[in-house]
Nanobody
Framework: QVQLVESGGGLVQPGGSLRLSCAASGAIVSTYAMNWYRQAPGKERELVASITSAGGSTNYADSMKGRFTISRDNAKNTVYLQMNSLKPEDTAVYYC??????????WGRGTQVTVSS
């Protein structure tokens, strides 16, 4: 059974940084496309960043380009989201998502990120 566990969220001041982790079990992250999403209160869940399996190509939502970096550590079976220059509007619950080649979708439970002074 695939399980995704996010960690690394917390309270940070504007302009600060956080690194989120998504540890996977039951699946090898290097063989699947992995995504980070976020959902702010009262808003729909939105895609933040994605990384492909083969080659590790990355893609970001426009508002995150240049500030966020998605990466993968195959040895630790973990995907990361490095977030820099954080803004109050980045406040949200951040979720990790895995999509298998058969189209099955798995979500983690999320980690809260709060950007506030």
């Amino acid at each position: 059974q695939v399980q995704l566990v996010e960690s690394g969220g917390g309270l940070v001041q504007p302009g600060g940084s956080l690194r989120l982790s998504c540890a996977a079990s039951g699946a090898i992250v290097s063989t699947y496309a992995m995504n980070w999403y976020r959902q702010a209160p009262g808003k729909e869940r939105e895609l933040v960043a994605s990384i492909t399996s083969a080659g590790g190509s990355t893609n970001y939502a426009d508002s995150m380009k240049g500030r966020f970096t998605i990466s993968r550590d195959n040895a630790k079976n973990t995907v990361y989201l490095q977030m820099n220059s954080l803004k109050p509007e980045d406040t949200a619950v951040y979720y990790c998502k895995l999509v298998t080649t058969a189209g099955y979708v798995y979500w983690g439970r999320g980690t809260q990120v709060t950007v506030s002074s």
